[in-house]
């Protein structure tokens, strides 16, 4: 199959997503021009201690997704390349921070290049008002009763509150 002469071109952005920032609002916003389709992936990793559950994270994105047509938000288990032969995607959306961000972005390209060459990653730098948003840092602000707003979504911020007990 070669995703290359497709004429509707279709993106995965994957991510745990725990939880959704600014800087990955401004990428699914981005990666959605840039594509007919975009499925936002939460990916599921066991090994990763999660903050939101699955459905939690999942519910969020559909929220501040839903004022794009293109966009559709799904949870997944395994690899995400699997994912992409599964739904016919052609490309993997990743957003890099700083160098530290990139080498690790691509080394896992090259590893999902080696189990399903017909899948692109492309890397979209993050803008720079987005540079120092961290899910961990947003985390541990907020924990705190710090101020998060200019980093996550007010659904996002509510969420977190919640989570901390943190009244407003």
Known sequence: MN??????????????????????????ERASRLFDSLDVVVAVNPEKKSLFSDGERLEMLEKLTAGFSNVTVHIWDSLIVDYCKKTGAGFLVRGVRNAMDFSHEFDLSLMNR????????????????????????IKECAKFGGDISTMVPAVVEEELKKKFCISK
């Open 3 to 28: 995703l290359y002469n497709n004429s509707m071109t279709k993106a995965v952005f994957p991510g745990s997503f725990d939880p959704p920032t600014l800087g990955h609002m401004n990428l699914i």
């Open 114 to 137: 080696h189990l399903c060459p017909d899948v692109e990653t492309l890397f979209i730098p993050t803008e720079q008002k987005y540079f120092l948003v961290r899910s961990s840092s």
